[in-house]
């Protein structure tokens, strides 16, 4: 299985990027997805999830209201668009899924990532 996550770039404060990852397996649609970073000063810590039905979503607190976590099971793809950036945004950004119905807030919870995303954030 393989994940490949998009999107990533250079964006000023208040500006938004959207992030892809498309997973190359086809019983997508039966995994949670996970959104993950990691900067040169934090410890990989979750940002988002999204259950395998897509009813559910989960945020980290120091994005609700800014980022929102979607899915096409269809395209096997999640999405996190991200609105309002900050500069402590800057990270790089992974997506991660296993075959759970709730998406996990653990890293070590997810069997599979993606290859990571760098998103920096101008001041």
């Known amino acids: 299985v393989q994940l490949q996550a998009f999107g990533g770039g250079l964006v000023q404060a208040g500006g938004s990027l959207r992030l892809s990852c498309t997973a190359s397996?086809?019983?997508?649609?039966?995994?949670?997805m996970g959104w993950f970073r990691q900067s040169a000063v934090n410890e990989r810590e979750f940002v988002a999830g999204i259950a395998w039905s897509g009813g559910s979503t989960y945020y980290a607190d120091a994005v609700k209201g800014r980022f929102t976590i979607s899915r096409d099971n269809a395209e096997n793809t999640v999405y996190l668009q991200m609105n309002g950036l900050k500069p402590e945004d800057t990270a790089v950004y992974y997506c991660a899924g296993d075959f759970v119905k709730i998406p996990p807030k653990e890293s070590d919870e997810y069997d599979y990532w993606g290859q990571g995303t760098q998103v920096t954030v101008s001041s």
């Open positions: 397996r086809r019983t997508f649609s039966t995994w949670s």
